[in-house]
Nanobody, 125 residues
Framework: EVQLVESGGGLVQAGGSLRLSCAAS????????IGWFRQAPGKDREGVSC????????YYTDSVKGRFTVSSDSAKNTVYLQMNSLKPEDTAVYYC??????????????????WGQGTQVTVSS
C-alpha cells in the first residue's frame, strides 16, 4: 500500500519559514514525479511546485518563485518543500503527491495518482 505522509506544517508569522516533509512508504520517489499542492478555504487545489520529470526538472508557480525550494533525499525516500519569506496568502493545506506514469500534467491535480493527507500551514500577518 502506498502512503505519503506530510509533516512540518504549523503557524508562523509573515516573513518566517517552514520546511514541509513528505515521507513515502510502499513507493519509491526515485524516478517519480513529486508534486506539492495547496488548497485554501473556498479555493481549488493549486500546484505549487514539483520535481516534475525523472531528470529532476523542477517547477514553481509564479507566486512562490524565489521563496520556495523543492528537494528530495533518496536515502530517506522523503521530499521537502522549504518555504521562506512566507506571506498570509500562503495559508492553506499543503499536500504532496506522487506519480510514476508518463505524460501526465505535472502541475495539475490530475497528474498525480498518490496523495498525502495534507498539513496545515497558517501564516499570520
Amino acid at each position: 500500500e502506498v502512503q505519503l505522509v506530510e509533516s512540518g506544517g504549523g503557524l508562523v508569522q509573515a516573513g518566517g519559514s517552514l520546511r514541509l516533509s513528505c515521507a513515502a512508504s510502499g513507493f519509491t520517489f526515485d524516478g517519480s514525479a513529486i508534486g506539492w499542492f495547496r488548497q485554501a478555504p473556498g479555493k481549488d487545489r493549486e500546484g505549487v511546485s514539483c520535481i516534475c520529470e525523472r531528470d529532476g526538472t523542477s517547477y514553481y508557480t509564479d507566486s512562490v518563485k524565489g521563496r520556495f525550494t523543492v528537494s528530495s533525499d533518496s536515502a530517506k525516500n522523503t521530499v521537502y518543500l522549504q518555504m521562506n519569506s512566507l506571506k498570509p496568502e500562503d495559508t492553506a493545506v499543503y499536500y504532496c503527491a506522487a506519480d510514476q506514469r508518463f505524460g501526465t500534467p505535472r502541475t495539475l491535480v490530475s497528474g498525480y495518482e498518490y496523495w498525502g493527507q495534507g498539513t496545515q500551514v497558517t501564516v499570520s500577518s
